[in-house]
């Protein structure tokens, strides 16, 4: 299930949870939201049940787009233990995929 949150809620989010990936995208982006189903897909695979998945909207949200260091959208972020693991500007699922198992590593 992926949450969707704001820059109140994000380092919340971040602080309290092992592992997050963060989808970064804005209204205007047509590859993020085709890319929408997608990463919902992913989000509930089995083998990612400790993961937390988020989305911001990084227009509205400039503290949360800062953290991840976001260039283009969709823009992806993977963190753990609070710190940011990696960001990449992904519009396919198997790099996707590569960032999660590496924060799984």
């Known amino acids: ?3 969707k949150v704001t820059d ?3 380092s919340q989010v971040i602080a309290s949870n092992k ?3 963060v989808k970064y ?3 205007w982006c047509g590859s993020c939201r085709l890319f929408a189903p997608k990463y919902t897909k992913i989000s509930n695979k089995e083998e990612y049940s400790d993961i937390v998945f988020i989305e911001v909207n990084a227009e509205e949200n400039p503290q949360a787009r800062k953290f991840g260091g976001v260039v283009n959208l969709p823009f992806f972020a993977t963190i753990k233990d609070g710190s940011l693991l990696k960001g990449d500007s992904i519009a396919k699922e198997e790099p996707l995929e590569s960032m999660i198992k590496e924060l799984l590593a």
């Open 1 to 3: 299930m992926v949450q």
């Open 8 to 10: 109140t809620e994000f």
């Open 25 to 27: 995208f804005a209204n």
């Open 19 to 21: 592992k997050v990936v």
